[in-house]
């Protein structure tokens, strides 16, 4: 039967079983919050890189830009990896290249990966039930923070084992990270966002004000978009048929 | 002001902040747990091996030896990582080498670090109570399975962050990693038992019928020692004044 592993931190991600697993990259605060929002507001398609020169390459071509470091937009770029940049009217139809500290590293690590797909608070039902429908292995992938665990990321890998927990597709027995992830989401769920509160993540962006991206990234089910990846660039899943499993 | 950490993994040991710590090796069920309990009984000093051979080596010339691999005693050598295998008689005094898994490894990591002890519940008070006196930064290290993070282990580290939480001497920032360890303790308190009835950790044992060494490796204070790393060899830490900050 397949199973549903997390991986705590990219540092991990060779400790697991990777190979037949559909991947799902996560990195809520901002990453791959961002991209979902980037594709509900109707972007044609995302890529990602792994360094800053690359996305300078692209912007001197005349794409439109994302690039983060340290929780900062950098310079001289469209957008940093704030959701509510990706509302912006200009990418629809357009593609957008995007750089962040650890969401698009994530990518990089799990792209020579059979299936890699976006997962966030924003496509979460999306995701599961297309997710219960593939009798698949699963590896859900943290980005974490410089390769360190977050509370944020593990929270929602909690929450998509939450939500296949005890599904007749999926095998009883759990590693311990999926349990611990859970065991946080189970503490988190009635108020994510006081659950976050102490997190160094929270901290850091306080300090930078970011408060309102917080609360964006929290919010479920604002798209039914799962970005998948596809010979290194992010596109829509086409979900192939309707999902009878919601659990 | 000094920090506590907790590094969930071996693997994420180079992103920690160690040059300044006191590390504390964590690995539950069961070599930290097996360490506490021969000095319990009187072991004159444990000297931990990070393979076979080496381990092979030592019994050649007439040590005791433990030696352990995959949960299992390895033939030929006198004990394996069972804490009760060291409240046999003979290691009195004696001089006792063990290699495991899991936990002799990450002591053989950290053991360049300037300080380096052994943590387990079976003397989680006096490491405490020790801990607080010394106003340096502490870097909880999970030996995990295998690189792996778990469920024993992580909330080990929790339990000793939970008891130094809000205590003066600690800056009050804390990691994720900590704060998702103290949260899975906190979780894990009331019945540590139950919670670890579904980690893989205890399923791997069960196939091992180790039932009693879960049971015993999560009792609380059954020593006061503290061992501690110098010059490669475990050594009972001579604590230098008693506390007066039990929290």
Redesign the interface.
Known sequence: MPQIDVC??P??YK?CDQENSIVVVIDILRATSAICTAFEFGVDKVIPVDSVEKAQEYKDKGFLVGAERNGKMLEGFDFGNSPYSYTDPRIKNQPVVITTTNGTRAIELAKNNHMVVIGAFTNISALCEWLADQNKDVLLLCSG???????ED?MFAGAVVDRLFEHPTYDE?????A??AR??FL?AEEDPQVFLR????R?RLADLNLKEDIKYSLQVDKTEVIPVLRDGELVRLEVEKPSAAKS
Chains 1, 2 share one sequence.
């Open positions: 705590l931190s540092e991990l400790l923070w410089k390769g360190r665990t977050n509370l593990s027995s759990y590693s311990d990270a349990l611990a065991h946080l503490l102490n997190s160094s993540h901290q």
